[in-house]
Nanobody
């Protein structure tokens, strides 16, 4: 139904910046929210940032003031600008999209990208 492809991960020193991109294809016109989650080694997956279809955003406390999520609906793409990176930001970052199971349903399917590795060295 929906395919998500992330790009932009890599290696950066503490204090540096990276910009992640996630492009949606397939039935992307039906996507509601898009967001970024991350999973560090030995840790559970956690929310980083979310973007709704109307442009509202939501950030985890751990990234507020450092990360910015943006969305280009025309391109079906969501971005994550990461500034002032810290070693604890090291994780696999996953793009997620939600899609209502029917146009009028509050229940949504979740689609996940394959993930992109972000490594921040001290």
């Amino acid at each position: 139904q929906v395919q998500l492809v992330e790009s932009g991960g890599g290696w950066v020193q503490a204090g540096g910046s990276l910009r992640l991109s996630c492009a949606a294809s397939g039935r992307a016109f039906s996507i509601n929210t898009m967001g970024w989650y991350r999973k560090a080694p030995g840790k559970q997956r956690e929310l980083g940032a979310l973007s709704t279809s109307d442009g509202n955003t939501n950030y985890a406390d751990s990234v507020k003031g450092r990360f910015t999520i943006s969305r280009d609906n025309a391109k079906n793409t969501v971005y994550l600008q990461m500034n002032s990176l810290k070693p604890e930001d090291t994780a696999v970052y996953y793009c997620r999209a939600t899609v209502p199971i029917t146009p009028s349903s509050a229940t949504q399917y979740m689609y996940w990208g394959q993930g992109t590795q972000v490594t921040v060295s001290s």
